[in-house]
Structure formats: C-alpha cells, structure tokens
C-alpha cells in the first residue's frame, strides 16, 4: 500500500492540520491546547467531578491533574469538595474561567469553520458522522489484541 493510500497516515496529516489551527489560536490567548479542550467542556458543563471531566474530555487522570494544577494557578478553575463525599472534587470555572472559556468557545467555532472550509456542508456531515463512529470503537489495548484463545 502506497502511504499517502494508508488511513493511519491520513488521519494524522488531518490531526497535524487541525492541531496547527487549534494550538495557534489558543495560544494568542495565553492557553495551550489541552487547557482550552478543558475550559471548554467546562464551559458546556461546569461544577463537574474532575473523573466526569476526564472521561469527557478522553484526558487520563495524571494529565488532567497537571493542567487542572495550572489552570487553577492562572485563577482560571477551582477545585471544591464535595460536601456529600470527601473523596469527590469537584471542578468550577472562576468567574475569570467563565470569560475566557467563552473566547475558546467561539475560538473552536471559528476553528471548526477554518478546518472544514474545503469541503461542502454535506461532505462535513459525513465527515462529522464518520469521525464519531471510529472514535466510539472500541480498541483493546495492544496486549489484549494478542491474546490467544482455543
């Protein structure tokens, strides 16, 4: 198979150009990539558990903690107990938050239409339907795809 035929190496050349698009962007207003992602799920969802907010947003626990760390620091997120169960946090924008998750908001809107103006409206429908059923398989990990059985 020809490389540039390969899914693998298609899906990344598009990750590579919506990633460019993304990190610029967020970067003009003091954010990385994976601070926005996280501003924004809070901005559609706020006072969340910080588990609730990883499994939305497909961040693993330690990575979360470390830009959760950080956005706390910018006054950006706060973290609050749980009154009902000590071992929940839960996690809130600022009032500070709450502004610039709305400029990532609409940083992701205007990304999106930069990303896909190439392509026609009902080609980005099938490109939007398509990319939600890969991203909803399930893949086991590399030791349990060699797993043999009898």
């Not at 198979?1 to 003091?30: H, W």
Request: net charge neutral.
């Amino acid at each position: 198979m020809k490389p540039e035929d390969c899914i693998m190496y298609q899906m990344t050349r598009t990750l590579q150009n919506a990633r460019k698009i993304f990190k610029s962007s967020v970067k003009e207003i003091g954010l990385t990539p994976s601070q926005a992602i996280v501003l924004n799920f809070l901005n559609d969802t706020d006072n969340v558990t910080a588990n609730n907010l990883g499994i939305r947003s497909a961040i693993d626990s330690a990575t979360l903690t470390g830009i959760l760390d950080r956005l706390e620091a910018a006054g950006l997120v706060e973290r609050r107990n749980n009154p009902d169960d000590r071992r929940t946090i839960f996690i809130r924008l600022t009032d500070e938050g709450r502004v610039k998750s709305e400029i990532v908001n609409e940083l992701v809107s205007n990304n999106n239409r930069e990303f896909l103006s190439g392509i026609t409206g009902k080609d980005e429908s099938i490109f939007r339907d398509v990319l939600k059923k890969i991203s909803n398989i399930q893949i086991p990990d590399k030791e349990d795809r060699n797993v043999k059985t009898d």
